[in-house]
């Protein structure tokens, strides 16, 4: 315990990470995927999800007063001891290790296809497992500001690349409004609040940014600038194209980029797209990888938490060799964005709700 | 090998340290803590006092007594100064090994006081000492003066010697041996005279050195236009010319078994915070070493990381730039010998400035701070870009640039990364070299330079014109790296980046640039992250003289990580005379 309280960070740090951790899937296939499922209604679901998923995080922050600075796992243990914190600190390992090498693989494999289609696939993963490693071996203190630095730079290049393609965008093609029909989108579109997965991120950041006031500020900061993002890009990629279509390009903020020219000279800038790209990959996959060396040695009451980063990511690389393909991985993302929502809110409303009522007596003594 | 291995593989429990931090003031505790430091520094500055008062003299009679108890092993000293002359001459003789030595002086002497003749003598350096200072003021009196009346106690012609005989501001009255050699072998003068068991040492340094010229690493237009230069005392006068402050304190330490290295820590008593400067205290106090000669060595020793890839002291040549530093609230440290001082904590914004920001008009300041980050960006980057975007991303240049490009590449035999590599280890080759190469013929190596290298290689086609151009942009770039030490450890970064952008184009050139951005969030200068106006954010991120200069009248605060025990600056309205306008535009409205 003394060891956490001595690395402490604001809120803005936070906030930054906590968005990156949401928000990449924005470069992966977040619009495509949006648009599968609500056609020409995409940015309508999105902004759908976003007011869910601020309003379960109102819940949420409202049922965290009474454990200021405690993560998930510390809510495990309040309820149930060790059992209880291995059970929550399973679930969460479990989650991590599913979707690490799934968004790897996918960074990977559109890596290649984008600029090194020469390079075979484990060249390219062992750049990002490079950059994984340094950087969960630097720390979190080090992953979150150096977030603070990257991400203001990621939000102009992409606001860029939004800005860029603006000439190409037609209202009509976001007709008929209601795209694939209510009952597609506000029920069964309800799960993909699971693009809000990263949010996970909040509760275990909770001892480190401590006070209460933070974990709010980071928490809708997080969840209200991430879903800015998502409508902002999802709008503009089906109004720039259309239903159909859209749903067959790969990589829906490239296939943008691609548009972006500014005068005749900067025709082809989507490899500038490739570094900022690049970027937010690598600082969401450390702070994933982090996240599962951190919680598995929370779980298991270790000491270190730097001897397990190896061994991790041995295992996410051949997790991530898994997949046939790319379409499999995709595949995978899309069971993680159907199911994810259970552990980014259910379960914490879960532990938080059982914390309160049953043990609510001895505790409240204690803190009050 | 079989250890590098292991140690490489296998988890060792790590060392528990607590490293330096300099600490955040919290809102809630910054009365308390204002308190405590109200508390603190009138304790601290009545040893500052002390310590301002005392002669630099005494703190090398000071730190070196500590150095004699520590080691017992060395020669034993006979401690005490013998009321014998003949036992002092034999004991200084021994010491100074007489006559083998060449350059000790020893000069013996009568006084002579009406019919009693007193045996003296002194014993200086030849060339450390002001030849004429020791002839007309310590000879001439002791030699001449004929009027010497013993009539009391010994301690008497003590205290008549020191206060009428010896027309000397720094005399100092000694009776150990110890003392009186650091002083000769500082250039001072050591004089003994039969009778009296104490000896004076009479400061009379007088060797030849560099004067005050101009900084030959950081010059500028704009700005004062004196450097550093060898002698502590001249700069530590230089910095004191400009901070006219008696709470500017200098405080002396010796560094070196041998050297005897005398080196100065500046601070300002009432700004600086004082964990700070205990650390500093702490660090150059318990340096062991056998000679100190550059401030580079002593970066060196109080650096936390030796292999970090930022400086985390900054050295400069001005100063104007210390004692501006100085008065934010950092600490600076001169070493004798010297002309660089070093100064600490430094944050990556630091070291990419120039004073001329600070002199120059706002928009100009920005242009040239502009200009200098464009410079670095090439100097880092341009050359990893370019292998990047010819060997991956070829659909990212023009179609007339590809043309261009391709043409002049076709008769190269190389590849481009081998080329490029080719080109920027003759640079750095021709780079090293100028620094080296005698005067009268460095003109030569510039012809050689730009014509040999530059026209013959692209006329026999070993290089494409295009890459000359490339490397001439990373150099003159390198250039524009304002701290020279920032500006070696970019060129170092560059070839990195060539690797990277050679391997796998824009993904190698992120992932370095992610990896250095680790390596840069993970430094710290003095418990201080060095990328600390933006990560971690500040409070005063924006509103100092960081990244964006604002203007000199709206910079109240100072830098928020340096915890300092003032944070104003200067008030709110520095510039009274807006205000009067106001009242008086005011005024004119009314009627």
């Known amino acids: ?368 | 090998m079989k250890n590098f291995l292991e140690n490489l593989l296998l988890f060792k429990e790590p060392k528990q340290t607590e490293k330096f931090i300099l600490k955040e003031n919290k809102q809630d505790t910054e009365k308390d803590s204002e308190k405590a430091s109200n508390k603190n520094p009138s304790q601290k500055s009545n040893k500052s006092k002390e310590k301002d008062g005392d002669t630099f003299l005494d703190k090398i009679l000071g730190s070196n007594q500590g150095d004699d108890e520590q080691e017992p092993g060395a020669e034993k000293k006979e401690e005490k100064i013998s009321k014998k002359l003949s036992t002092n001459l034999k004991y200084m003789k021994k010491v100074y090994s007489i006559p083998k030595n060449g350059d000790i002086v020893l000069r013996a002497f009568d006084i002579v006081v009406k019919d009693k003749t007193i045996p003296a003598f002194i014993l200086f350096y030849d060339g450390m000492t002001d030849r004429e200072v020791i002839n007309n003021y310590i000879l001439t009196p002791l030699m001449l003066l004929s009027n010497l009346d013993i009539k009391g106690n010994e301690r008497k012609i003590i205290d008549y010697i020191k206060n009428h005989i010896l027309p000397q501001s720094q005399l100092n009255e000694t009776s150990e041996y110890t003392s009186v050699i650091d002083e000769i072998n500082f250039g001072g003068c050591g004089i003994f005279i039969d009778g009296i068991d104490v000896a004076f040492a009479a400061d009379v340094k007088g060797w030849e050195h560099r004067n005050v010229e101009r900084p030959n690493s950081e010059q500028v237009l704009r700005g004062p236009q004196e450097g550093f230069t060898e002698i502590l005392r001249v700069n530590t006068a230089l910095v004191r010319k400009i901070l006219k402050d008696e709470k500017l304190i200098v405080e002396d330490v010796i560094i070196g078994k041998r050297s005897k290295t005398p080196c100065s820590m500046l601070y300002l008593r009432d700004i600086t915070n004082e964990s700070l400067v205990e650390e500093m205290r702490r660090r150059l106090e318990s340096i062991k070493i056998d000679y100190l000669i550059d401030s580079g060595e002593l970066e060196q020793l109080l650096e936390e990381s030796s292999l970090s890839v930022v400086p985390q002291l900054m050295a400069t040549e001005r100063p104007d730039m210390v004692a501006a530093h100085i008065a934010d609230g950092k600490i600076g440290v001169i070493v004798h010998g010297s002309p660089f001082v070093l100064l600490a904590p430094v944050t990556l914004v630091d070291l990419l400035q120039s004073p001329e920001d600070a002199y120059m008009r706002l928009p100009y300041a920005h242009l040239l701070r502009f200009v200098r980050f464009l410079g670095i960006f090439f100097s880092l980057l341009l050359p990893g870009l370019y292998i990047a975007i010819t060997s991956f991303h070829q659909e990212m240049i023009p179609t007339d640039l590809v043309f261009s490009i391709e043409a002049s590449r076709e008769v190269v035999p190389f590849p481009s990364v081998v080329e490029l590599l080719l080109m920027e280890v003759m640079f750095e080759l021709i780079r090293e070299a100028g620094i080296r190469i005698p005067g009268p013929i460095g003109p030569t190596l510039g012809i050689i330079g730009a014509l040999i290298l530059g026209q013959a290689a692209v006329e026999a086609s070993i290089v494409s014109p295009i890459l000359i151009i490339i490397v001439a942009i990373t150099g003159i770039g390198s250039f524009a790296v304002p701290n020279y030490s920032l500006g070696l450890s970019f060129r170092v970064l560059r070839f990195g980046y060539i690797f990277l952008g050679a391997m796998a184009g824009f993904l190698g050139i992120t992932l370095g640039l992610f990896i250095q951005g680790i390596l840069f969030v993970n430094s710290k200068s003095f418990g201080v992250p060095v990328t600390i106006p933006t990560g971690p954010k500040t409070a005063t991120s924006f509103s100092n003289n960081r990244l964006i200069r604002l203007p000199l009248w709206k910079q109240e605060r100072r830098a928020d990580y340096l915890n300092t025990q003032d944070d104003t600056k200067q008030p709110k309205i520095s510039r009274k005379w807006t205000e009067d306008n106001k009242k008086r535009k005011g005024d004119g409205d009314e009627e």
């Open chain 1, 1 to 368: 315990m003394a060891m956490k309280n001595k690395i402490t960070f604001g809120s803005f740090e936070a906030s930054c990470i906590t968005i990156t951790l949401i928000t990449t899937q924005l470069f992966l296939n977040l619009p495509r995927a949006m648009m599968e499922v609500a056609w020409t209604a995409a940015w309508l679901l999105t902004a759908y999800v976003s007011v869910i998923a601020l309003l379960l995080f109102f819940i949420i922050d409202r049922l965290y007063r009474p454990f200021e600075g405690k993560d998930l796992l510390d809510l495990g243990e309040h309820i149930g001891g060790n059992i209880g914190r291995i059970i929550v600190g399973i679930i969460v390992l479990l989650f991590l290790i599913y979707i690490t090498p799934v968004i790897l693989r996918e960074f990977s494999e559109n890596m290649k296809i984008i600029a090194l289609t020469r390079s075979p696939l484990s060249f390219v993963l062992l750049f990002f497992l490079t950059g994984m490693i340094i950087a969960s071996y630097a720390g979190l203190e080090s992953i979150v500001r150096l977030s603070a630095i990257i991400v203001p730079i990621i939000a102009v290049g992409y606001l860029m690349i939004i800005t860029g393609s603006l000439r190409y965008i037609d209202f009509s093609r976001i007709t008929p409004w209601l795209g694939s029909g209510p009952y597609e989108i506000f029920v069964k579109g309800a799960p993909r609040i699971s693009v809000f997965a990263g949010i996970i991120l909040v509760y275990f950041l909770y001892p480190f940014i401590r006070t209460k006031k933070n974990f709010t500020t980071v928490g809708y900061a997080s969840v209200v600038f991430s879903g800015l993002f998502f409508f902002i890009g999802v709008l503009i990629f089906s109004l720039i194209f259309q239903y159909p279509t859209g749903t067959e390009s790969f990589l829906p903020i490239y296939e943008l980029a691609r548009l972006v020219e500014y005068g005749r000279f900067f025709q082809r800038l989507e490899s500038m797209f490739v570094i900022i790209w690049v970027a937010s990959a690598l600082l969401h996959l450390s702070i994933l990888l982090f996240l599962i060396a951190y919680v598995f040695k929370k779980t298991f009451k270790l000491k270190y938490y730097k001897p397990l980063i190896i061994p991790f990511s041995i295992i996410i690389f051949s997790l991530a060799i898994f997949s046939h393909n790319l379409l499999s991985a995709i595949e995978l993302e899309k069971h993680f964005r159907t199911f994810a929502w259970m552990v980014t809110f259910l379960l914490p409303i879960v532990l938080l709700i059982i914390a309160r009522f049953v043990k609510q007596p001895a505790k409240k003594e204690g803190e009050s």
